[in-house]
């Protein structure tokens, strides 16, 4: 009965996996690679210019049955933000943030970016203000505007063991197809 189970698990989980991705609106592509039993996903962002090609490489944790990182492009900009995971005081309104300041003891924020930053990119707060406004009728924020677009991967392992790529903007939602590469 354990062989079983372990072929079974085995079979619905399948590692090093490479995908890719064009994020056409911003002329940035997205190459990222499963590692150690794809706990950690290797990303590589291109950007292609007239003759030169810009990258930048990081370590993601990969979480599962959630959104695993949100990229944060704002147009006109070349740096790449990275949104942090919510705080505990970011699942409220602005107006009720001051009556909900201490987290429970198990509310843990984990940033989901391993070691050190490239220079091209920086982390921003889930609610900061530059880029995020709280929607009342979501009860979330979302992007400020139309001109600042958040990049999701989604990993979903609940029936397969896939990856999902969104673009959000204020008004709108669109999936990037993410192609398997060959390592």
């Known amino acids: 009965m354990i062989y079983i189970a372990i072929f079974l698990y085995s079979s619905f989980h399948s590692y090093d996996r490479t995908f890719k991705a064009n994020i056409d609106r911003f002329g940035w592509q997205m190459k990222f690679t499963e590692q150690e039993a794809d706990s950690l996903l290797n990303f590589t962002l291109y950007q292609k210019r007239e003759k030169t090609c810009d990258s930048i490489s990081l370590l993601i944790r990969n979480r599962y049955m959630e959104d695993v990182v949100s990229f944060l492009f704002v147009?006109?900009?070349?740096?790449?933000?990275i949104r942090k995971e919510q705080e505990f005081r970011e699942?409220?309104?602005?107006?009720?943030?001051?009556?909900?300041?201490?987290a429970p003891p198990d509310f843990v924020v984990i940033n989901p970016v391993v070691g050190k930053l490239p220079s091209k990119?920086?982390?921003v707060?889930?609610?900061d203000q530059r880029f995020f406004v709280y929607d009342r009728k979501k009860c979330t924020y979302i992007p400020k505007n139309n001109?600042?677009?958040v990049v999701t991967l989604t990993h979903l392992t609940e029936r397969t063991n896939s990856y999902y790529l969104f673009d959000l903007t204020k008004n709108d939602t669109w999936e990037i197809k993410l192609d398997i590469a060959k390592n």
């Open 91 to 102: 699942l409220f309104s602005p107006e009720e943030q001051n009556q909900h300041l201490v």
């Open 75 to 81: 147009e006109g900009n070349d740096t790449i933000y």
């Open 121 to 123: 990119c920086k982390t």
């Open 147 to 149: 001109n600042i677009h």
């Open 125 to 127: 707060s889930y609610s």
